[in-house]
């Protein structure tokens, strides 16, 4: 399996292809592809990402096939089931990158925002947990300057989501944990532009890159 770095400068060159609408690979799925994957995946990451439709993983990175591990649920949260999804990734096939992957305009984060603000007492209890997750870290940013500019506010909220989520990552599970310790696993956090195609990492990166 690749390390953290090199599966890092993976998904740069790939999402600088897709910005540069550069396909690196003509053959999306090859079928010999798909048949050589019947017998075993090593996804070479681990993608926890926003479940908006402008948002696939694999288009934004252009890879293919048995690259990437993917999880994707609204605001990119971290509950258990997302814990154990990661958990059971790195585990089984030694894939030792995590990368939490939110976007602007995240409609989840802006849900919470406007939520914070108005609060409504009829949401479905399930979309509420959702709502939860996301809810402690951009609540403070309610009493910041921020809050009288929209579209800041939601920029700041879109990236303390994210950074939540990382941390939750890197801190809510032993065996994580000890990957990170013992194994070289890193978790760290994108946002994914809509309006440019450019991912940015921006927390958690390896001092080499
Ligand atoms: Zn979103």
Do not use: W
Request: overall charge negative; charged content about 25%.
């Amino acid at each position: 399996m690749i390390s953290a770095v090199e599966a890092l400068k993976r998904l740069q060159e790939g999402n600088q292809r897709f910005v540069a609408d550069v396909l690196g690979r003509s053959t999306p799925a090859s079928e010999s592809r798909r048949i050589e994957l019947v017998a075993g995946q090593e996804p070479f990451a681990i993608i926890l990402g926003c479940s908006d439709s402008r948002v696939p993983a694999e288009i934004v990175f252009d890879q293919h096939l048995g690259d990437l591990f993917v999880i994707r649920v609204a605001g990119n949260i971290v509950a258990p089931s997302q814990v154990g999804s990661v958990e059971f990734a790195a585990d089984r096939y030694a894939t030792r990158l995590v990368v939490v992957l939110g976007h602007s305009m995240c409609g989840a984060v802006q849900a919470t925002l406007e939520e914070l603000e108005r609060p409504s007492e009829n949401r479905s209890p399930n979309l509420r947990s959702i709502v939860d997750r996301i809810r402690p870290s951009v609540e403070g940013l309610l009493e910041t300057e921020h809050r009288h500019d929209s579209d800041m506010l939601l920029q700041r909220a879109v990236r303390a989501n994210i950074r939540a989520s990382a941390d939750h990552l890197r801190h809510g599970s032993q065996l994580l944990e000890q990957l990170i310790q013992n194994d070289g696993l890193i978790v760290v956090g994108a946002e994914y532009s809509l309006e440019t195609g450019v991912v940015e990492f921006f927390d958690g990166l390896p001092q080499q890159t």
